[in-house]
């Protein structure tokens, strides 16, 4: 439920109450679907959140099968959050 939820939240441009909701989501090990995920990530990039964009593919990357992983790391090069990890450490949100 919440995946769309979350979907749709992304699709109207809420991606600060998105956010929200995957953090909280996220405390109970529940991470949705690449597709959702994508959309909230590319939804913050847009808003220029890309320290929030990164902290959630980090810990979405942790949570996928690996052979998903490769489609985070495009994502992250797409979206030009695929910087020195050492710059984005300091910069950890969540």
């Known amino acids: 439920m919440f995946k769309i939820f979350l979907s749709r939240l992304c699709e109207n441009g809420d991606v600060d109450t998105g956010l929200e909701v995957f953090k909280d ?3 109970l ?6 597709r959702t995920m994508k ?3 590319e939804g913050l990039v847009k808003g220029t959140k890309l320290k929030e964009a990164k902290a959630v593919v980090d810990k979405v990357k942790k949570r996928f099968p690996e052979n998903l992983v490769h489609g985070w790391n495009k994502v ?5 959050l695929s910087v020195d990890d050492q710059v984005w ?3 950890k949100v969540f």
């Open 29 to 34: 090990n529940k991470v949705p679907g690449f």
């Open 89 to 91: 450490d300091q910069l």
């Open 76 to 80: 992250e090069k797409e979206l030009g």
């Open 25 to 27: 989501n996220l405390k």
């Open 39 to 41: 959309l909230l990530v």
